[in-house]
């Protein structure tokens, strides 16, 4: 059983920073960070295959946000920089095992597991 703990939410002004944990545990291939805003859907943010360090971005994070691991503590990151309000959501861990298709990396229905969230909020 796949188990994720998030960490690290807060509020910060815009153009801040803040790093997001995600402390997992159980067996995944596929490590991702998506995010949901009052009334909309929930967002791919970021994702990396553990094994080979493969990394994808949103268009929308490019250049500000950097996903990472550290696997001697199992713990999946996202450092979050130049931070904007429309940054503020509730952001969520989630987890997979195998290889999809680069057009559904950020499809939330390819992730079994999740985490309970950590709420970001990024002020003008």
């Known amino acids: 059983q796949v188990q994720l703990v998030e960490s690290g939410g807060g509020s910060v002004q815009a153009g801040g920073s803040l790093r997001l944990s995600c402390a997992a545990s159980g067996d995944t291939s596929r490590m991702g960070w998506f995010r949901q805003a009052p009334g909309k859907e929930r967002e791919g943010v970021a994702v990396m295959y553990t094994g080979s360090g493969r990394i994808y971005y949103a268009d929308s994070v490019k250049g500000r946000f950097t996903i990472s691991q550290d696997n001697a503590k199992n713990t999946l990151y996202l450092q979050m920089t130049s931070l904007k309000p429309e940054d503020t959501a509730m952001y969520y861990c989630?987890?997979?095992?195998?290889?999809?298709?680069?057009?559904?990396?950020?499809?939330?229905?390819?992730?079994?597991?999740w985490g309970q969230g950590t709420q970001v909020l990024v002020s003008s």
């Open positions: 989630a987890a997979a095992t195998g290889y999809i298709g680069s057009s559904v990396l950020f499809d939330r229905r390819w992730y079994p597991y």
